[in-house]
């Protein structure tokens, strides 16, 4: 008896027209992409005997339904979360032109990647391919995986931009989206609508509530095809001769941003993120990736949530409640601390103009990384077009040298252990409330989606929205979970200063010391720059220092200060002070010497001084720096300070400052003096100085 052939595992079907691209690895043209130009459609046709088309239809799922995103690595995040409120509002309504009609609007096409699934995550590599078979006197079938376990095989004819038949195993791959994600949704949205809609997607329904099957119905979407380009990555599998050993995530990432380089514009966050080829870009994301790494193992000492991975509105500030630090804020730091010569160290510059670097050559010393290259390398390394293997020995050489030690800073700065002891007891608290779990642990837009609907909603119907009882009460919803939303908000920020040691705090106390001492203080870029800067820039100079000793060393001194016993002197240090159950402005405190106004992230090195304050290095290199630049700073701070208050004195008596009467500049100089000695008095205690040291600073 012979040996049963295996059931093919290829279980979908497509018909098109095929082509090929190349996309750029390690500076070359090396990776060919194969696609397929097919449409998905919502039911079958005559042209369409096997329904593939309406299957492929079917397969279609954003990324979020497709993969959970804190089971991924940083090297396999593509998408930008979805904004349901605009499908359902806007996308929608121009597919089925508002006015009844009975036409409907093509859409370009959407792109779909096939990527490789196993042991329930994104494969790195396709499966191998199996064999070649002719078929006739013109055509080829190409089949990738095991017998009976395909992923994939291609029957083609000869010729450019010949004929195809695509097929697909839907079990061993995912269909991903990888540009057109939202108006796929819309047409998903409809065709769930008149189906079902699957489990993982369910808490998104709401979303499209209005648009019901007898709505729908007024429309002929019988016809309804939406183009799609299908990617399949037939080379890169381990082995390949012309892989270039790229991944298929990697190669995912680069279409990805080069689609979105030219289209409405992707935020910057996401396109620092996907950057393979960006020096900084490569080392933040490997920084990221062990913070994940780090909160995958249960330690608390990190949360996944709390990296702000997408900024929305791409401000300077985070967005997310929960976010410790993001993108934007960790590149800021590895700008100023990877690309810096030591000259640049010692004279204290900012790198501003990080994008005009070319070669690498001066930098790579930072990481001591030079050994790691031959002469020809070295002079060939340019900031912005590394090839991959030269990233990740650059990257290797950043987490050793620099990276876990900059993520030891996160970890155990008090402020933001409290952060991280918070959040981790709100996920623990908020299990029962998948809505809540979206908001706070699962998609960062999300929130924002939900805050914008209910006014898009109304928008869209125009008049007709207060007079629709089943509007009222889709919008009533969304209100009622954004209030949800904003009480557990509240809960976090008192539980956060209860974690950091603040023995008695009212939750409207919270909210307002969560503005100006989070918000506005130690989750800025300027801050945490500053805070991380500081230190490293000290032993950079040093040379030959147990950087682990001298950081353990320099976060207790830090760390001294910032602790839940001395609250209060940290609010005043922040600029206020508590009146009986409130928090008001003061006008003097230590912020305004350090950095009167708006907070910027390129003045992280006005900064510094807070932390060169309090830290008194057991080392006698790091002593005599520390010391020196206290000294000039204090005098700076002091200089820039009582220059500020000289010129508001002259404005209010409609005088220049060089005609103030010497009464009045004395008198000015000593008010100066005498605030800049308080505010010392709140953040050194018993270790500031006479205040005939302040005055002498300033001459007297």
């Known amino acids: 008896m012979g040996m049963r052939t295996p059931v093919s595992g290829i279980d979908l079907t497509l018909d098109g027209w095929m082509g090929t691209f190349q996309i750029k690895a390690d500076g070359q043209l090396s990776t060919n992409i194969r696609y397929l130009q097919t449409f998905a459609r919502f039911s079958t046709t005559a042209f369409d005997t096997a329904g593939m088309e309406a299957k492929l239809f079917d397969n279609l799922k954003p990324f979020r339904e497709t993969f959970d995103i804190e089971n991924l690595d940083l090297e396999q995040i593509l998408q930008r979360d979805l904004d349901d409120s605009r499908i359902a509002n806007r996308l929608i309504p121009y597919i089925l032109n508002k006015n009844l009609s009975q036409q409907t609007v093509l859409f370009p096409p959407i792109i779909i990647a096939i990527v490789p699934y196993s042991n329930a995550e994104m494969a790195k590599y396709m499966p191998r391919k199996r064999e070649t078979l002719q078929i006739g006197q013109s055509s080829q079938k190409e089949v990738w995986g095991e017998s009976g376990r395909e992923v994939l095989q291609m029957e083609t004819e000869p010729g450019i931009n010949s004929w195809c038949r695509l097929g697909v195993s839907t ?54 095809r939406l183009p799609a380009m299908i990617l399949t990555f037939p080379d890169l599998y381990i082995g390949s001769p012309g892989s270039n050993m790229i991944t298929v995530p990697e190669a995912c990432r680069s279409i990805f941003l080069s689609l979105n380089s030219t289209a409405k514009p992707v935020t910057r966050s996401r396109n620092l993120l996907l950057n393979d080829y960006d020096y900084v870009c490569v080392c933040m994301r490997r920084f990221l990736s062990e913070w994940k790494t780090e909160a995958s193992r249960g330690t608390a000492k990190t949360h996944a949530a709390n990296t702000e991975l997408d900024n929305v509105q791409d401000s300077v500030r985070l967005e997310h409640p929960l976010s410790l630090t993001g993108v934007t804020h960790i590149h800021n730091v590895l700008v100023q601390l990877l690309l810096r010569d030591n000259s640049q160290v010692a004279e204290d ?8 670097i070319g070669s690498l050559q001066p930098y790579v010393d930072v990481v001591g990384a030079r050994n790691s290259f031959t002469d020809d390398e070295l002079r060939k390394l340019k900031k912005s077009a590394l090839s991959v293997a030269h990233g990740e020995i650059l990257s290797d050489r950043f987490w050793e040298s620099l990276g876990q030690h900059v993520l030891t800073v996160f970890t155990e700065f008090n402020p933001y252990k409290a952060h991280v002891s918070a959040t981790v007891k709100m996920k623990h608290d908020t ?70 040691g603040v023995r008695s705090i009212t939750d409207e106390q919270a909210r307002l010391a969560s503005k100006f001492c989070y918000d506005e203080f130690f989750l800025t870029s300027a801050f945490q720059s500053a805070l991380i800067l500081t230190f490293f820039s000290a032993v950079r100079l040093a040379n030959g220092l147990d950087i682990s000793s ?95 208050k000289l010129n508001e004195k002259a404005r209010q008596s409609e005088k220049s400052a060089s005609s103030l009467a010497q009464d009045d500049i004395n008198a000015t100089k000593e008010e100066c003096v005498k605030s800049y000695h308080r505010n010392l008095q709140v953040l050194l205690g018993n270790r500031k100085p006479a205040i005939n040291e302040i005055r002498a600073l300033l001459g007297n």
């Open 349 to 356: 510059s900012v790198v501003t103009n990080h994008w005009k």
């Open 550 to 644: 001298c950081l353990a060393e320099y976060m207790n001194h830090i760390n001294d200060f910032f602790k839940g016993e001395n609250f209060e002197r940290i609010v005043q240090i922040c600029g206020y002070k508590k009146d009986e159950d409130r928090y008001i402005p003061i006008a003097d405190g230590l912020k305004e010497f350090m950095v009167p106004g708006e907070l910027k992230p390129a003045e992280w090195n006005k900064f510094r001084y807070l932390f060169l304050e309090l830290w008194m290095p057991s080392e006698s290199s790091l002593s005599s720096y520390v010391e020196e630049k206290r000294k000039i700073l204090r005098k700076s701070l002091l200089e820039a300070f009582y220059s500020r």
């Open 171 to 224: 079990q061993a791959s995912r269909l991903v989206i990888i540009d057109g994600q939202h108006r796929a949704m819309a047409l998903l949205a409809l065709f769930r609508n008149l189906n079902s809609w699957p489990e993982k997607a369910a808490r998104y329904k709401k979303f499209y509530e209005f648009w019901s099957r007898d709505r729908i119905q007024r429309y002929d979407l019988s016809e309804v």
């Open 431 to 500: 299990t029962q409330n998948q809505q809540m779990i979206d908001f706070f642990f699962s998609g960062q837009a999300s929130l924002q989606v939900h805050k914008e609907f209910p006014s898009a909603f109304e928008e869209f119907l125009g008049g007709t929205a207060n007079d629709n009882e089943r509007v009222r009460a889709i919008t009533s919803d969304f209100r009622r979970t954004i209030d949800d939303f904003l009480r557990i908000e509240s809960v976090f920020k008192s539980l956060r200063f209860k974690e950091f």
